[in-house]
Every structure is written in C-alpha cells, then in structure tokens.
C-alpha cells in the first residue's frame, strides 16, 4: 500500500526565502504525482503535475522535481510572498484510479 | 474548457436529516469522478469513486452513498446525517491515467 509523507508538517518563514517542500512515497511504480495548493475553506488547485518519465516541471516561482528511484519528490518555492501562505499537498498516482495523498505542508509566509 | 461545479458551498443541517451534495463537470466526457471529506486537522479521505454512469465503488463503511445518474454528475447522499459527518466534502474528476485530478471549490457541511 502507497504511503506519502510530507515534511515539514508546518513552515513559516519571511517573505522572500527561497523554499523547499518535500514528499516521500513508499512505492515507485507510479504513473504521476501532483502538487496542489489550498487557501483555508477553498478547494485543492492544482500546480504541477509530473509524469512518472519526467524529472521535473515549471511554472513561475514554482519548480517540483521527481526522483522515482528514491521516492521523492520535492516543491521548490523562490523568492516566497505572503499570497503563497496556503496548505501545499502532493498526490501520488499508482496502477489505480485511486491517488494517495500526504497531509499536507502549512506553509506561512510573513511580511 | 473544463469546469467543475460542486453545490452547495456552506450547509448547516441537523442531526437526523437528510443530504444532497451535487457535483457536476463539463467540457469532457466520460470523466472519473470522485468525493473526498476533509475533517479538521485531518488529511483527504476517500470516500467514493465512479469510473462510468451507474458505477460506484465505496472506500470506507459510510453513513452516506453515492449516485451517478449522468454521465458527468455526482451526488453523495445521507438518508441521516450524524454529528461525525460534519465535514469539508471535495468533488474531483480526472481522465485517463495520465492526467492529474481537478478539484471543485468543495462544501462545508456542519451537522448540528
């Protein structure tokens, strides 16, 4: 059975820092996995998706590279602004319709 | 585009009554679509999922079901509800293995 585990469970730094958020899965044979981000009360939005064959994606400040031989996967965030305070999730995707998520990284970025 | 649409957003409902949340999707077909809860200071637990029109798999013993009358609706249903269905209820869909989830803006339903 798939585990993912995020660390740091919690992070709060100042605005500007460059960050890392990590994820580890127990299992490599995936097919995907998926970053997503959630502001309090609102849905998950999606970031970056990454196919099992990639080794990382792009988009802006946000880069998440993925070593599958290793079972981790990490969100790289730079030049961090107080709009990126949110709960970051990633979703590892195996054989199944079924993702499994990790719980999550509380991300507070201060002024 | 691809858009999904989940209602209502906020719900106060007391225990013992019934529930109906409904999601729905569009610009795609034949979509994968599942409901997740997210409990407080808890992660996303799982607790349907639908590959296609009539079929729904159950994650978890639950007080709740689900339907999928139309190809790109879903709804989760309480015929009771219990103060432990109290909850942040997501909607998602995907197609095909390759491609990541898309969530909705997701209902709080708060059983009282």
């Known amino acids: 059975k798939q585990e993912v585990t995020q660390i740091p469970a919690a992070l709060s730094v100042p605005e500007g820092e460059n960050l890392v958020l990590n994820c580890s899965f127990t299992?490599?044979?995936?097919?995907?996995l998926q970053w997503f981000r959630q502001d309090p009360g609102k849905g998950l939005t999606s970031l970056l998706l990454?196919?099992?064959?990639?080794r990382e994606q792009t988009s802006g400040r946000l880069n998440a590279s993925l070593d599958k031989s290793s079972g981790r996967s990490t969100l790289y965030i730079a030049a961090s602004q107080p709009g990126d305070s949110a709960t970051y999730l990633c979703?590892?995707?195996?054989?199944?319709?079924?993702?499994?998520f990790g719980r999550g990284t509380s991300l507070i970025v201060h002024p | 585009s691809q858009t999904i649409h989940q209602w209502p957003a906020t719900l106060v409902q007391p225990v013992g009554s019934p529930l109906s949340l409904e999601c729905t999707v569009e610009?795609?077909?034949?979509?994968?679509l599942y409901w997740y809860r997210q409990a407080a200071g808890r992660g996303l637990q799982l607790l349907f999922y639908?590959?296609?029109?009539?079929?729904i798999s159950s994650e978890v013993p639950q007080n709740l079901s689900a339907s999928r009358p139309q190809d790109r609706q879903f709804i989760l249903s309480s015929k009771k509800l219990l103060l432990s269905d109290s909850g942040f209820y997501l909607c998602?869909?995907?197609?095909?293995?390759?491609?990541?989830?898309?969530f909705g803006s997701g209902t709080r339903l708060t059983v009282v």
């Open positions: 990454i196919q099992s064959s990639q």
């Open positions: 639908s590959v296609g029109i009539g079929q």
């Open positions: 979703a590892v995707k195996g054989g199944s319709y079924i993702p499994t």
């Open positions: 998602a869909w995907n197609t095909g293995v390759d491609y990541g989830y898309t």
């Open positions: 299992d490599s044979a995936i097919y995907n």
């Open positions: 610009g795609t077909s034949n979509p994968n």
